[in-house]
């Protein structure tokens, strides 16, 4: 089985400065990774994806993320944070031999304030 | 080209009614998804087709739920009776494949009375 965990359930920090969000995933067998946001009102939005390969993923609007093995771990992470920004990010992780489904983390809200 | 359509946006029951939500994938995509979000807890899975099979449904919570995607296109989901634990945000997405990206749409949100 798997499991993710996001370690903090909120996370406010000022526009423009650095932010991590952090991802912890536990599994017997190979996984992808995933980062979606969802912004008030919306659907879940595809971020960035680590499938194989180098591990620093780069995604939209300015995120990336870093797979480490040995810590099993996928934190998400932006330089300078914008207003927009605020919003709920959800990690996820799927088993590369399964049919694709999901298993997600509780989510991180990031309030960003002027 | 459009998203994943879910319909309605918010459904407001009382116990023991049925509802039924919708979801239309992208054209083209063969995997279809449900997952829930209960208040407070995490997304989690409930069930998986491709093209009009479900590839796996381990996640359905019982019997009260039944989905369908009757010519692989558009999926249904029927919650029949509604209890009060089925309250929550049911999303949909869709993919090409199993190993693609899959692209969400925005969910419909349950309350049970």
């Known amino acids: 089985a798997q499991s993710v965990t996001q370690l903090d359930s909120q996370v406010p920090v000022f526009e423009e400065a650095p932010v991590e969000l952090r991802c912890n995933y536990s599994s017997s067998v190979s996984v992808y990774l995933f980062w979606y946001v969802q912004y008030p009102n919306q659907g879940l939005q595809l971020l960035l994806k680590?499938?194989?390969?180098?591990?620093l993923v780069k995604g939209i609007n300015g995120f990336e993320a870093e797979f480490n093995k040995s810590q099993t771990s996928f934190h998400l992470r932006k330089p300078s944070v914008h207003i927009s920004d605020t919003a709920e990010y959800f990690c996820a992780v799927s088993p590369t031999s399964n049919t694709g489904k999901l298993i997600f983390g509780q989510g991180t809200t990031l309030q960003v304030k002027p | 080209e459009a998203g994943v359509t879910q319909f309605p946006s918010h459904s407001v029951i009382e116990k023991g009614q049925t509802v039924t939500l919708r979801c239309d994938p992208i054209s083209g995509h063969d995997n279809l998804y449900w997952y829930r979000r209960v208040m407070g807890k995490e997304i989690k899975f409930l069930l998986h087709f491709v093209k009009e099979s479900k590839q796996d449904e381990s996640g359905m919570p019982n019997n009260r739920f039944l989905a369908e995607r009757t010519g692989g296109t558009y999926s249904t989901l029927k919650v029949q009776p509604a209890e009060l634990e089925d309250s929550g945000v049911y999303f949909c997405?869709?993919?090409?494949?199993?190993?693609?990206?899959?692209?969400f749409g925005d969910g419909t949100r349950l309350s049970i009375l």
């Open positions: 997405a869709s993919s090409q494949g199993m190993d693609q990206p899959q692209h």
């Open positions: 680590y499938l194989s390969g180098s591990t």
